[in-house]
């Protein structure tokens, strides 16, 4: 049984950091995507960030390039997003999700397990 759980969230001001931790137990991930998404009240969900677990190669959002960092540690078997930069529109419900992929890595039905999510507000 695949469980990710998400930890970091809280209430930041603008410009300021958070750094968010998903761990992953249940399986062996070398062959999986593990990536981080996020959904603000009224909006879809957004994709975020990704990392290749076996090769580390990452993947951003535009909106975040620059300010976001994706990584992992395969010993703790947990991925982190750094944020630093924030700013109000960042504010969501960020949630890990892990995936084998064969389409976009950008598209969250690509992934087959998620985190229970865990809230981001970001104040101006």
């Known amino acids: 049984q695949v469980q990710l759980v998400e930890s970091g969230g809280g209430l930041v001001q603008a410009g300021g950091s958070l750094r968010l931790s998903c761990a992953a137990s249940?399986?062996?991930?070398?062959?999986?995507?593990l990536g981080w998404f996020r959904q603000a009240p009224r909006k879809e969900r957004e994709f975020v960030a990704a990392?290749?677990?076996?090769?580390?190669?990452?993947r951003y959002a535009d909106s975040v390039k620059g300010r976001f960092t994706i990584s992992r540690d395969n010993v703790k078997n947990t991925v982190y997003l750094q944020m630093n930069s924030l700013k109000p529109e960042d504010t969501a419900v960020y949630s890990c999700?892990?995936?084998?992929?064969?389409?976009?890595?950008?598209?969250?039905?690509?992934?087959?397990?998620w985190g229970q999510g865990t809230q981001v507000t970001v104040s101006s």
């Open positions: 999700a892990a995936g084998f992929l064969v389409g976009a890595i950008t598209n969250p039905r690509e992934y087959s397990y």
């Open positions: 249940g399986r062996t991930f070398g062959n999986y995507v």
């Open positions: 990392v290749y677990w076996s090769a580390g190669s990452t």
